[in-house]
């Protein structure tokens, strides 16, 4: 006789057996679970002990810029409050603010949450930084470390440097100051202690690496040696290596110059200057500097720099990729006298570069053959490349510069630092390297017709 099985105690069944399964499933997942957990710790453990530190490009994305504690935004706000509410009379609000460097903000002159960001972020890619102040143009940074000097006192600087640079030691710290100068070449043996010698009321040694427009490379432990031997200052113009480029700091440099302008922004739409060190004593004065002259970087171009120096990294990997295809380009044509390019064995300092920078950089300089007027020639037939001041941004810009960024330094000044008139400067950009050839060529074809 067949038995048959009531469908209450087949379900009741069939529910045991799946509820078995479930909980054998469960504790299946509960240990593959609890491996995971043991395997992430160990694995947490194997990252905090090998002490990795965050680079280059993801510090230029995250120092100094945390999501915003009220909002949650990614983006560091911009703050244009020109002053701040105080709790009480005298205790400034906000040191507990990521920017607020423990002190908090009471007039945005001296202080604001948008330029401390800024500056925390560029002194943390700065390597061998501890400490920046950010100001309105690459010159009022310029003019601040100038200021460390003191009546009677004098600066050595390196004798191609940027034209403004030369002005300003020259038409102002000197009459009005009475802070003398001299220029020599930082590669002539024996020149610089010659100097310090000769000037033995030196505090300050100036110079460029590579430098502007002759892009000569200074060895900085050189430099650094002779001017701890005689207790002097020194001091780099790091714009045209970039932050990651070249890092004087690392080498003993007491402070490094970035113009802002160039690199770090790098959209041609922001002004400004930036002074790094990693001695608090030089950091006091230069924040005092700041506040007392008031060449603060303003709040809205202290964003938009934060913004250009996330792609930093990058936009210099592409420019100097461009920037060597196109000085290889440039010695072999049959019209260019020589080519000046870090990155070129035949720079006179190629061995140099190769130690102490990490990037031969985007900037290019070479002699038409010729004179001004084939260089002018030249210039005026070029489509892609802008003829402009400046550079360090994405569009490639070329120049003159003894008719342009250097054109109020006299003459016979320009002529012993090797400015001839048939010198061009190149700012290479980031466009494709076929079409800035491409419109080289064409243009070279006007050239001695």
Do not use: W
Not at 333 to 348: A, C, D, F, M, N
């Amino acid at each position: 006789m067949e038995t048959i099985t009531h469908p209450t105690i087949i379900f009741a069944a069939a529910t045991a057996s799946m509820t078995m399964f479930m909980l054998h499933q469960r504790q299946k997942v509960k240990i593959i679970v609890e491996t995971k957990k043991k395997d992430n710790v160990k694995r947490q453990k194997k990252i905090s002990l090998s002490n990795t530190m965050p680079s280059f490009s993801t510090h230029a994305i995250h120092a100094g810029q945390p999501p915003d504690s009220s909002t949650g935004g990614v983006c560091v706000p911009i703050n244009l409050s020109t002053t701040f509410s105080q709790n009480n009379i005298g205790v400034p609000t906000g040191a507990n603010h990521p920017a607020g460097y423990n002190k908090g903000f009471d007039y945005a002159r001296g202080t604001n949450p948008t330029r401390n960001a800024f500056e925390i972020c560029i002194a943390q890619l700065e390597k061998g930084a501890k400490y920046c102040a950010a100001y309105g143009s690459g010159m009022a940074a310029l003019t601040t470390v100038v200021h460390l000097c003191k009546h009677g006192d004098h600066i050595i600087c390196c004798d191609d440097s940027y034209g403004g640079t030369q002005r300003l030691l020259r038409t102002i710290a000197g009459p009005i100051y009475n802070i003398s100068s001299s220029y020599i070449d930082f590669n002539e043996p024996g020149a610089l202690e010659k100097e310090l010698k000769q000037y033995p009321n030196t505090t300050l040694i100036m110079f460029e690496t590579p430098s502007n427009p002759t892009l000569k490379i200074i060895d900085f432990e050189k430099v650094v040696k002779v001017a701890k031997k005689y207790n002097v200052l020194t001091s780099c113009d790091n714009t045209f290596a970039s932050l990651n480029g070249s890092q004087p700091l690392t080498f003993g440099v007491d402070i490094v110059v970035h113009a802002i302008t160039k690199y770090i922004n790098g959209h041609s739409d922001v002004v400004g200057g930036v002074v790094l060190t990693s001695n608090i004593e030089l950091y006091k004065k230069f924040k005092h500097l700041q506040n007392s002259m008031g060449a603060c970087l303003s709040p809205f171009d202290s964003y938009m720099a934060m913004r250009g120096v996330k792609t930093l990294s990058i936009r210099m990997e592409r420019c100097e990729q461009n920037a060597m295809e196109i000085a290889t380009y440039l010695e072999n044509h049959t019209k260019v006298e020589k080519v000046l390019y870090p990155g070129l064995r035949s720079h006179p300092q190629h061995e140099l570069a190769c130690r102490q920078m990490s990037s031969f950089g985007g900037m290019i300089s070479f002699f038409v053959k010729g004179d001004l007027n084939d260089c002018r020639t030249l210039l005026s037939n070029l489509k892609l490349f802008t003829l402009a001041e400046s550079l360090g941004a994405v569009e490639s810009l070329i120049e003159s510069p003894a008719l342009m960024t250097h054109h109020s330094v006299p003459l016979e000044r320009l002529k012993e630092a090797g400015v001839e008139p048939n010198l061009v400067r190149v700012s290479v950009g980031i466009e494709n390297v076929k079409d800035l050839i491409n419109d080289f060529e064409q243009a070279f074809s006007f050239v001695g017709r």
